[in-house]
């Protein structure tokens, strides 16, 4: 059966209308006002909270940045705070995410104000154990809000994002055909190195190539199972950008390696 909380985690964040319109459903008959907006304030952080995924991270910083994206536009909830669980293992919640819910009031009253924090993992929001993760009060538990609380700006990401360069097929190509399997791996690589274009994105660093000889080949690779760029020069002469099914690059299996570029074909085929 699939799994709702990481099938759910992919959808985008509802639309303000019709946020609202769900909203208006979680009171429940009999409640007093004051329960009335802490109800509705509960279930507004926890559908930021539910729906705060790009993808697997091992960083709270990246939800705080998801949540900026998410929210820099509303007044309503806001991102407040973040903290990390320096020690956290695989498997734990590695940090926690503090959001200001603000329900205007219609009477001329003072708004509603309350604060609620959710804690992250590997995966995205985690719940309590056994609960559901529909629960709003297992996705946002109530905090006491700072007394100077504040719209709080994302950390700057300055980690490197690895790619491949545009240009640096046309690159590996021309230094491999003019290569034989009698120069040394150390060289080659150092050639391509040397003539690799330089990234222009923000914060874009080359992977690192390698290069393999074996068998009167050349092969060659350069990045990861997500872009890998695999090529090798043929005892023939003829050098042949190989595209290798993805399943067989992932960690564990042949890899973006040039070990990998020197295989037979035939082992270079997706399995089905």
């Not at 802490?38 to 559908?47: F, K």
């Not at 695999?230 to 950008?241: F, N």
Request: net charge negative; glycine share 6%; proline share 9%.
């Amino acid at each position: 059966m699939p799994d709702p909380k990481k099938a759910l985690r992919t959808t985008a964040l509802l639309s303000p209308l019709l946020v609202a319109a769900t909203l208006a459903g979680c009171a429940t008959p009999g409640q007093t006002r004051a329960e009335e907006q802490a109800t509705r304030a509960r279930h507004d952080a926890a559908e930021i909270a539910r729906h705060l995924y790009r993808g697997p991270t091992d960083t709270i910083d990246d939800y705080a940045r998801w949540a900026d994206d998410d929210l820099g536009d509303r007044t309503s909830p806001e991102p407040i705070g973040y903290t990390s669980y320096p020690d956290a293992t695989h498997n734990d919640p590695l940090g926690a995410l503090q959001l200001r819910v603000t329900l205007e009031s219609y009477d001329g009253s003072d708004p509603y104000v309350a604060c609620f924090e959710s804690q992250f993992d590997f995966w995205g929001v985690v719940t309590n154990e056994h609960a559901h993760w529909d629960d709003d009060n297992s996705v946002a538990r109530p905090i006491e809000c700072p007394a100077d609380a504040h719209p709080i700006d994302p950390p700057v990401d300055t980690r490197p994002v690895y790619v491949v360069p545009d240009g640096a097929e046309e690159i590996v190509v021309d230094v491999l055909t003019r290569a034989s399997a009698q120069d040394s791996a150390d060289a080659i690589r150092a050639d391509i190195v040397k003539r690799m274009p330089r990234p222009t994105g923000e914060r874009e660093v080359a992977f690192d190539p390698s290069v393999a000889i074996g068998d009167q080949q050349i092969g060659f690779a350069m990045g990861d199972a997500d872009d890998c760029l695999l090529a090798v020069h043929r005892p023939s002469g003829e050098v042949e950008v190989l595209n290798v099914p993805r399943v067989l690059l992932q960690p564990g299996e042949l890899g973006c390696r040039a070990d990998t570029a020197l295989r037979p074909v035939e082992q270079l085929r997706a399995p089905h």
